[in-house]
């Protein structure tokens, strides 16, 4: 899809696709993968609100993911635009011909968790990860997810152009330094969060130092003991 072409409004038979899949992914989340996400930091709550879920019996056309997370992508009334899938498996994912994130072929790149432009006052956060989004939502504060430099368009500028303050969490290599750049470029109002390579992402962050280690990033000193 390129960059200036707009999005299409789903038609309802897509809508009710969608709605159908993930309420049947909800469902069929299975204990091992919801210790998979308790051990990333995610509570139950989180994975209830942001209806992550698990494809047990595939819908059409989403049978090669069979056994992947399921992370729909909410409207601001919590109704599904897309899915993306998240193999749930430590193994080298492209000798065995998939990523470890897919989305459907034709999706539109979209704005992972868009109710938070809808929710927040002055501030928002991006994230690389929508993972990375649910954490930070969980800790209070509104996120949503770009999966990289290359899926951020003009039109998600545009969406977030009269915050006050956009922190952007690039993870801390190089993709994640062309995803900060591109972002900070693109808003004025675009602040990039330095994370430690040595520790590693908003996920890998949270795990090692909690709440904390999140506010010390990109917060001065004197606010977050305040």
Same mark, same amino acid.
């Given at each position: 899809?390129?960059?200036?072409?707009?999005?299409?409004?789903?038609?309802?038979?897509?809508?009710?696709?969608?709605?159908?899949?993930?309420?049947?992914?909800?469902?069929?989340?299975?204990?091992?993968?919801?210790?998979?996400?308790?051990?990333?930091?995610?509570?139950?709550?989180?994975?209830?609100?942001?209806?992550?879920?698990?494809?047990?019996?595939?819908?059409?056309?989403?049978?090669?993911?069979?056994?992947?997370?399921?992370?729909?992508?909410?409207?601001?009334?919590?109704?599904?635009?897309?899915i993306r899938f998240r193999c749930l498996q430590e193994h080298d994912h492209r000798a065995l011909?998939?990523?470890?994130?897919?989305?459907?072929? +034709? %999706?539109?790149?979209?704005?992972?968790?868009? #109710?938070?432009?809808?929710?927040?006052? $002055?501030?928002?956060?991006?994230? /690389?990860?929508?993972?990375?989004?649910?954490?930070?939502?969980?800790?209070?504060?509104?996120?949503?997810?770009?999966?990289?430099?290359?899926?951020?368009?003009?039109?998600?500028?545009?969406?977030?152009?009269?915050?006050?303050?956009?922190?952007?969490?690039?993870?801390?290599d190089d993709a994640g330094a062309e995803f900060v750049s591109k972002v900070t470029r693109s808003?004025?109002?675009?602040?990039?969060?330095?994370?430690?390579?040595?520790? +590693? %992402?908003?996920?890998?962050?949270?795990?090692? #130092?909690?709440?904390?280690?999140?506010? $010390?990033?990109?917060?001065?000193? /004197?606010?977050?003991?305040?």
């Amino acid at each position: 899809m390129s960059e200036h072409e707009p999005l299409q409004p789903l038609s309802d038979s897509q809508r009710e696709a969608l709605e159908e899949a993930t309420t049947s992914y909800q469902a069929a989340l299975t204990a091992d993968a919801a210790r998979w996400l308790v051990a990333r930091g995610i509570s139950r709550e989180a994975a209830v609100t942001f209806r992550l879920g698990v494809v047990g019996d595939p819908h059409p056309g989403h049978g090669k993911f069979r056994g992947f997370l399921a992370i729909p992508y909410l409207d601001r009334n919590g109704k599904p635009l897309m899915i993306r899938f998240r193999c749930l498996q430590e193994h080298d994912h492209r000798a065995l011909f998939h990523g470890k994130y897919m989305t459907l072929e +034709g %999706d539109a790149p979209r704005m992972f968790n868009v #109710g938070a432009v809808h929710e927040a006052a $002055d501030e928002i956060h991006i994230c /690389e990860g929508e993972l990375d989004a649910v954490i930070l939502r969980m800790l209070g504060l509104y996120a949503v997810a770009i999966p990289g430099a290359k899926l951020w368009f003009a039109r998600h500028r545009r969406m977030l152009a009269g915050f006050s303050r956009v922190y952007v969490w690039g993870d801390p290599d190089d993709a994640g330094a062309e995803f900060v750049s591109k972002v900070t470029r693109s808003l004025r109002t675009a602040k990039g969060v330095r994370l430690s390579p040595q520790i +590693g %992402d908003v996920t890998d962050t949270y795990l090692a #130092g909690g709440r904390d280690a999140i506010f $010390d990033a990109f917060k001065p000193k /004197e606010l977050v003991a305040a």
